[in-house]
């Protein structure tokens, strides 16, 4: 079949049973769950059940710390081991320290949020293309390749998506090979599409998801994986360390150790910061001078680097879970416990759920919001509530300050997450906390900050374009431009002068840059979006909410393999 769309373009459409937008943890759990339970019932029924995946393969996307928690794995692949589950290590040893700017100190216990014991060590990207395996396996429908661009709406009733098209040049037009996108209707589409996710933002409000929620907060992560000589590494230890090389703003670390003598080394930091110099891919090369670092890592080679958002403000944050025709699970609906930066378990769970209840609502033959609810009350009474109850108020008192927060923080380790305040809402978007960098930074200047970091060295410290080079990140050059600058003379009038152009620094990938502008003899804003590593900063973080990141033409971005 296919349909006329407003632009006067012919496109295909295909009716499937189940739509599954992003091919992470989520939605895979979900495909595999829901086959799971229409083999169990024995019926003869094979409704078509469809993942579109907007990255190259399964996994290209994928990134994360990764000490993973089994307990939704063993739920929905019991035997994963004889199945040959790239888990890399068992968690053995834990360790956590506090980094002051030349010391450590070792704390003698380890606090109750980074105890790992049971825990396993993954890379999501190969972990995720191992659960794809398993699930087109069962049957399922892998689009790898495909992004979804639109949601399609009758009244407020969602009806599936409409894939993006390809082969446009950059101005837009059609070039030889155009392609357009296809419409895929669906009786019930699930959105696992993770964090900030462009399409939820579309239509959120038209269908009441973020109605009494508190504001969605995010936090920015950086990882590189460092091969170590040989016979140097135990794998299977997990170190969290808090302090140094943060400064003006909130974050905390991650080290693992890999088998094959590999180390991951992460920071995550918060994005609500007041500093409009927080630059994660610096933080990182900093952190790798500390002497405590230094000793880990004598002779190492990073081979690879990655970075992406996390979803930090839990429970409360959370948007509603369905509506008419939809559900979303995972990180698009911020179900990450951000205190134990555990979120993998919780995406899989989550998306477990929205597969009985989808299976549920096949029999029913009703997809309606009221069917679907059935949803919430699995979510609420699954253990994805009681994590993320304990946590309900974590992030709105850390935002306050590492040292501020302390007693409120364990105020709430002791009431089963209270504190204070029964619910704490959120004040601000992330962006709105952004400060001029006079009143954060004084008369410091980048160049200063810069000056206090060793030289790349391309083994153990990198500039950030030879980051972004181990990422395998690539966009056509010519296709559209996918970051929507609102207003150039904000950047250059407004935004420079005061605030030094905050996306030139925390974007991990050196997609945006002040440049000399002859004809104005001010400084304009380059955007060299080939190199988007899709992490959402931009769109998260920019003071004057001046970037829109929309979905890129399909198969371009980060092709990670190992992170
Ligand atoms: C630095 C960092 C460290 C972390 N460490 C840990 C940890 O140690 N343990 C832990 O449990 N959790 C950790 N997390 C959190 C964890 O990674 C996430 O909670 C989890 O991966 C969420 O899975 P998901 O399937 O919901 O989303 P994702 O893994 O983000 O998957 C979403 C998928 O959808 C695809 N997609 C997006 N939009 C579209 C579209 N429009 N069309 C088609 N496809 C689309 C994406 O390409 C992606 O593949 C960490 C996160 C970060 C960033
Ligand atoms: S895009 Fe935003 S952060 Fe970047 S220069 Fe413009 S206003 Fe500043
Ligand atoms: S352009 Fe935006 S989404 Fe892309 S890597 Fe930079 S900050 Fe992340």
Redesign the pocket.
């Known amino acids: 079949m296919s349909t006329e769309s407003s632009q006067q373009i012919t496109r295909e459409e295909m009716e499937v049973d189940v739509l599954i937008?992003?091919?992470?943890?989520?939605?895979?759990s979900c495909a595999i769950h829901y086959k799971n339970l229409i083999a169990a019932q024995n019926n003869g029924a094979d409704p078509m059940v469809v993942v579109?995946?907007?990255?190259s393969e399964?996994g290209?996307?994928?990134?994360?710390?990764?000490?993973?928690?089994p307990v939704a794995l063993k739920e929905l692949i019991p035997n994963y081991e004889e199945l040959g589950c790239p888990i890399n290590s068992d968690v053995k040893k834990e360790a956590f320290y506090y980094l002051g700017k030349s010391f450590s100190l070792k704390s003698p216990i380890i606090p109750p949020p980074f105890h790992n014991h049971g825990n396993v060590i993954i890379s999501?990207s190969q972990y995720?293309r191992w659960l794809a395996q398993h699930a087109e396996a069962k049957g399922v429908n892998i689009f790898a390749g495909?992004?979804?661009?639109e949601v399609l709406l009758d009244g407020d009733k969602v009806i599936g998506v409409q894939t993006g098209d390809r082969g446009l040049n950059k101005n837009g037009e059609p070039k030889e090979n155009f392609e357009p996108g296809m419409i895929i209707k669906a009786k019930i589409t699930i959105f696992?599409?993770?964090?900030r996710?462009?399409?939820l933002k579309r239509v959120s409000e038209k269908l009441g998801l973020r109605k009494d929620r508190n504001p969605e907060v995010f936090?920015l992560?950086?990882?590189e994986i460092i091969q170590m000589p040989a016979g140097t590494v135990e794998a299977g230890q997990v170190i969290h360390t808090l302090g140094f090389p943060f400064n003006k703003s909130i974050g905390g670390t991650?080290i693992y150790t890999l088998k094959n003598d590999q180390i991951v080394v992460?920071l995550?930091a918060y994005l609500d910061t007041a500093d409009p110099l927080l630059d994660p891919h610096r933080e990182l090369q900093k952190l790798k001078t500390h002497p405590f670092m230094q000793k880990l890592l004598k002779d190492g080679q990073v081979i690879t680097y990655g970075?992406?958002?996390?979803p930090a403000g839990g429970w409360f944050s959370m948007s509603k879970l369905y509506h008419h025709g939809m559900m979303a699970?995972?990180?698009?609906v911020s179900?990450?416990d951000v205190k134990k930066?555990?979120?993998?378990?919780?995406?899989m769970k989550s998306?477990m759920l929205a597969a009985e209840t989808a299976a549920e609502a096949f029999v029913k033959n009703d997809f309606s919001a009221d069917t679907l609810k059935t949803y919430e009350d699995k979510v609420n009474a699954s253990y994805i509530k009681s994590e993320l109850w304990k946590t309900r108020n974590f992030h709105q008192a850390l935002s306050k300050g590492l040292v501020a927060s302390m007693p409120e923080i364990m105020l709430q380790e002791i009431t089963g997450g209270r504190g204070l305040v029964a619910r704490r809402t959120i004040d601000h978007k992330d962006y709105q906390t952004t400060k001029p960098v006079k009143e954060v930074w004084g008369s410091q200047t980048v160049a200063e900050m810069e000056k206090r970091l060793p030289a790349a060295d391309n083994k153990l410290f990198f500039d950030k374009l030879s980051s972004v080079y181990m990422t395998g990140t690539m966009h056509d050059e010519d296709s559209p431009n996918h970051l929507k600058l609102q207003d150039g003379n904000i950047c250059s009038d407004v935004c420079k002068p005061q605030y030094d152009s905050p996306c030139n620094h925390f974007c991990p990938a050196n997609v945006y840059e002040m440049i000399d502008d002859s004809t104005s003899g001010k400084k304009k804003l380059q955007i060299n979006y080939t190199n988007c590593i899709?992490c959402h900063t931009c769109d998260i973080k920019c003071p004057f909410d001046n970037i829109d990141w929309t979905?890129p033409e399909?198969t371009g971005?980060p092709n990670y393999k190992e992170v």
């Open positions: 937008v992003g091919g992470g943890a989520a939605g895979l579109l995946e907007k990255g399964i290209a996307h994928s990134l994360s710390g990764a000490v993973m928690n999501l995720n495909f992004t979804a661009a696992a599409d993770g964090t996710s462009p399409l936090e992560g950086v990882k991650f992460g995550c970075g992406k958002t996390l699970c995972g990180d698009t179900m990450v930066l555990k979120g993998i378990h919780l995406a998306g899709h979905l399909a971005g």
